[in-house]
């Protein structure tokens, strides 16, 4: 066999063998429909690092299957010319999905086309029959899973009319494939234009009205040319659609969610920025991170303690802003927060609707536990106090003993405290509860803003079966560790010193993890119950 034609051979053989490959992992896919117009087309720009294949990805032919890789319309039957197919929220959909659900293989059927009204989606139409057609073959190697659309700014002048158009949509569309609990998840236009608010408000009443579905907020983004969403925008677009779908499935599943809100260390007073510390300017990002944290619904949101740097009068600001939030706030004690009068320590409890410093409810099958890290420290009691002395005391045996963490501004857990600490763990685990504790200060990693007395309540907790994750803030850079026992020890980062335009997290509960889905540069994460 010459040169030449062995390589020839060598080329076709591995060419059929990368298709046999492909072949064989697009088989078992749960399968998402991805609809709508010229957003859910993409007309964004194609970043770089956005252009390669999504492992574990498959897009539909129309024929066969092909990994998943920008732009995701390119097959689509209705489509416009190829030139305009670029960026959509298919692609961050796809990627947070398989984050979401690593053992499975997705499959996305793609079929949008800009300028495309409601009215041409409906039963009857051309687009409405390459849809369903599309849908059923692809079915053959997997399972529809759900449907995201995006469309609306072509009817976005009549707005009172649209809700019952989508609702008439989807319930052919689930007929058509008989399936009635089909997961639907529809996004917000732009608001880039005042024209289009109408609209988005009118979708906000779809979960109402039509059962499994869900809506993605569009607040946080931004356009090119006042309608079609950016890259980053069309990314974080995708991310929502897949938590929304996500927790559509679960719940399919008969397992219930619910989320709950985090922020740590606003550290808001009214002066200079000092290093990374932007005093002032974290009002503007405390301001815009609320709207992220309202549009995961959660049930409550917990602040990690020093909601002030300095002053009692800090106070007023943040909590004005707070009051935007629509969720109750539990606010954990941190340290700032007792940068204060020594005349006014009392009354801070009582300001932040935490006059106890510790307490606990439970939702669910979660036992959720406040701490007070401030119960034994120098900063949380006027200078003389019984626990000032207490204080005094342990920072000295943890400086004998070279302890990195014997600092002023650390602060740790009372006798009193304790034994109730230990009692909540106890009880939860005798009843077959998971326990979640929140303390301004962490239990690890020993970088020295950690707990004083760690070490105790890792040795009467931290081997608990039932404690499943420790949530803190005071380490501004934040932190995570998972400790031998399986403990997950999550260090907030602080909103004082965010780059970002909004900071915090979500994190939706399920019966065996816990999703936290990040706010700003906070990361994603998934942790396990053990």
């Known amino acids: 066999m010459s040169v030449s034609i062995k390589s020839l051979f060598l080329i076709l053989f591995g060419w059929q063998l990368c298709l046999q490959v492909s072949a064989q992992g697009a088989k078992d896919l749960d399968i998402y429909l991805a609809i709508g117009q010229s957003n859910m087309a993409g007309r964004a720009t194609i970043q770089p690092d956005l252009s390669g294949p999504l492992e574990g990805v498959f897009l539909f032919t129309g024929e066969d299957w092909v990994p998943a890789r920008n732009p995701l319309n390119i097959h689509s039957t209705i489509r416009k010319d190829s030139s305009m197919q670029r960026l959509s929220p298919a692609y961050g959909f796809a990627r947070k999905m398989k984050s979401l659900q690593s053992n499975k293989n997705l499959g996305l059927v793609v079929n949008a086309k800009g300028g495309s009204a409601i009215e041409e989606w409906m039963p009857g139409t051309p687009f409405f029959r390459d849809m369903l057609q599309r849908a059923r073959l692809a079915s053959r190697d997997g399972i529809l899973r759900g449907v995201i659309w995006h469309q609306g700014e072509s009817n976005a002048d009549q707005a009172d009319l649209y809700l019952d158009q989508i609702s008439q949509f989807i319930g052919a569309l689930r007929d058509s494939l008989s399936l009635p609990e089909l997961p639907f998840v529809a996004g917000q236009l732009s608001e880039a234009k005042e024209s289009r608010k109408p609209l988005n408000k009118k979708l906000l009443l779809l979960p109402e009205k039509v059962p499994h579905t869900a809506v993605v907020l569009s607040f946080g983004t931004t356009t090119f040319d006042s309608t079609h969403f950016d890259s980053p925008s069309q990314v974080l677009l995708g991310e929502r659609y897949a938590d929304k779908m996500n927790t559509l499935l679960k719940e399919n599943q008969g397992e219930q969610s619910f989320a709950f809100g985090l922020i740590a260390d606003v550290q808001y007073a009214d002066a200079e920025t000092a290093g990374k510390r932007n005093y002032r300017g974290t009002l503007a990002i405390l301001e815009q991170t609320i709207p992220f944290l309202n549009a995961f619904d959660p049930d409550f949101i917990v602040s990690l303690g020093d909601l002030i740097d300095r002053d009692f009068a800090s106070f007023a600001a943040p909590l004005g802003l707070l009051e935007a939030a629509n969720a109750p706030l539990h606010h954990v004690w941190g340290n700032h927060d007792f940068s204060v009068a020594d005349s006014l320590k009392a009354k801070v409890g009582d300001k932040l609707g935490n006059p106890s410093g510790y307490y606990s409810f439970e939702k669910g099958n979660l036992v959720f536990l406040m701490l007070n890290g401030m119960d034994i420290s120098l900063e949380g009691h006027p200078e003389g106090t019984e626990n000032y002395r ?41 009843s077959g509860k998971k326990v979640l504790v929140f303390c301004h200060y962490p239990l690890l990693p020993e970088n020295g803003l950690h707990l004083l007395n760690n070490q105790e309540v890792l040795a009467k907790i931290g081997h608990s079966p039932a404690l499943v994750a420790w949530f803190s803030g005071h380490h501004h850079e934040g932190n995570y560790v998972k400790d031998p026992q399986g403990v997950h020890h999550l260090t907030l980062q602080g909103m004082v010193e965010a780059q970002s335009p909004a900071s915090g997290a979500v994190v939706r509960v399920y019966s065996d993890k816990l999703i936290l889905h990040g706010i700003g540069d906070e990361m994603d994460r998934i942790l396990e119950f053990r």
Request: aromatic share 4%; hydrophobic share 40%; proline share 2%.
């Open 390 to 430: 207490k204080a005094s005391e342990l920072m000295a045996r943890l400086e004998a003993s070279g302890a990195n963490n014997a600092k002023p501004w650390n602060g740790g857990i009372g006798e009193k405290q304790m034994d109730w600490l230990v009692s909540e763990v106890r009880n939860a685990e005798e």
